[in-house]
């Protein structure tokens, strides 16, 4: 069973940045963040499909977040900069062997990070 661990969330002002990380047991070649406020639905954030070279954003992300990884350590990050009161939400790691079409659905992903909370103040 593969494991995803999140961390790296935190509280921070408006315009200031955070770099979220999740390290998995194993490499899984689709991997995603996604992101759930608080009485909202789950949404994708940005996603890494490595065999294809796919990296896709969600339109609130484009510009501000970046998504990478790191293949040798098995790692997934999220560097968030410019952040808004709107990006605050529970982020989680996800990810899955089969890579779908974008945007991605929470019934796309198999394995699932417990989730690490951003909190954004204005």
């Known amino acids: 069973q593969v494991q995803l661990v999140e961390s790296g969330g935190g509280s921070v002002q408006a315009g200031g940045s955070l770099r979220l990380s999740c390290t998995s047991s194993e490499y899984i070649t689709d991997m995603a963040w996604l992101r759930q406020a608080l009485g909202k639905e789950r949404e994708a954030v940005a996603r890494?499909?490595?065999?294809?070279?796919?990296?896709n954003y969600a339109d609130s992300a484009k510009g501000r977040f970046t998504i990478a990884r790191d293949n040798a350590k098995n790692t997934l990050t999220l560097q968030m900069n410019s952040l808004e009161p709107e990006d605050t939400a529970m982020y989680y790691c996800a990810a899955s062997e089969t890579a779908y079409a974008w945007p991605i659905t929470e019934g796309d992903l198999r394995y699932w990070g417990r989730g690490t909370q951003v909190t954004v103040s204005s």
């Open positions: 890494i499909y490595t065999r294809a070279g796919i990296i």
